[in-house]
């Protein structure tokens, strides 16, 4: 159950068989049923989840309890609260399952051991923390400076089999929407068509 992520690694950092033998003994493998979930705001993250089948949000809770996604994870992404699995202080975000799912985990310890002992695996999380970064402020700026209609077709174009695989609602709000707004963004956009 790991070739996805050899997958995805090799295409980054090239690994041997020897090395890839290496780093498989530290992956803690996982399954979650649609629903479940595998980290609850206020508990400390004590993994980075690589996902091999299913798909993933992280999101926050706000005072009127309005969902907040942060982030999706469909097969060959990583999810996780960094700031919380880094730290070891406890998680703003829920994570869970909108599929069934198999997971791939790097607890904080193997993740450390891995760091220390595996250059290649250092240049690995650093080229997907820095594209996390990357689209994190492409989609600040996105939300911030777009208008509603170029962020749901940004959004779309980006990440057309998310778009196929979540409800509308959970769209909205990754993109900073009220269900309604992008209803309304929605029709407005096939009656121009």
Known sequence: M??????????????????????????????????????????????????????????????NSNEHIIQFAIEGWTISDLFSFLTAEPATYNIDALEDAELLLITRTAHEELLRTQPKYEKYIRLLITGAYIALQRRLTSNISLPADERYTRFTETYPDIAQRVPQHMIASYIGLTPETLSRVRKKMADRK
Not at 4 to 18: M, Y
Not at 19 to 24: A, P, S, V
Not at 27 to 45: A, H, S
């Open 2 to 63: 790991n070739e996805l992520f050899f997958q995805k690694f090799n295409e980054k950092v090239p690994l041997t068989s020897e090395e890839q033998e290496q780093i498989k003994e530290y992956l803690t493998p996982k399954k979650l049923r649609k629903r479940q979930y595998i980290l609850q705001e206020g508990d400390v993250c004590k993994a980075i989840s690589f996902v091999e089948k299913g798909a993933l949000r992280a999101y926050t809770v706000d005072e």
